[in-house]
């Protein structure tokens, strides 16, 4: 059974930086697609970022282009998501997300198995 678990969220200050960290057991993260996305309180489910399988490609929302990097580390079957310049409309909880084979989409109707989300908090 796939499951994925979530780590890495804190609290920073505006301009900060975190790394969130989705480790996955039950099936090889290199022949899924991951996706990361975020929540906050009253909006809706948005897509962070994503990574294909085999690292075919990734995808980033514009709001986090240039500041947030995903990247895969195959040997430990953790996706990793770095996010720098944090600012004040970057808090929310954070999931990471599988789906089959293939290249990543942003959309998380498109993925099927879900962790259970990493708080961010970004204030002064």
């Known amino acids: 059974q796939a499951q994925l678990a979530e780590s890495g969220g804190g609290s920073v200050q505006p301009g900060g930086s975190l790394r969130l960290a989705c480790e996955v057991s039950g099936f090889i993260v290199d022949y899924y697609a991951i996706g990361w996305f975020r929540q906050a309180p009253g909006k809706e489910r948005e897509g962070v970022s994503c990574?294909?399988?085999?690292?075919?490609?990734?995808d980033y929302a514009d709001s986090v282009k240039g500041r947030f990097t995903i990247s895969e580390d195959n040997a430990k079957s953790t996706v990793y998501l770095q996010m720098n310049s944090l600012k004040p409309e970057d808090p929310a909880n954070y999931y990471c997300?599988?789906?089959?084979?293939?290249?990543?989409?942003?959309?998380?109707?498109?993925?099927?198995?879900w962790g259970q989300g990493t708080q961010v908090t970004v204030s002064s």
């Open positions: 990574i294909g399988s085999s690292e075919i490609g990734t």
């Open positions: 997300a599988a789906r089959g084979w293939g290249h990543c989409t942003l959309l998380g109707r498109e993925y099927d198995s």
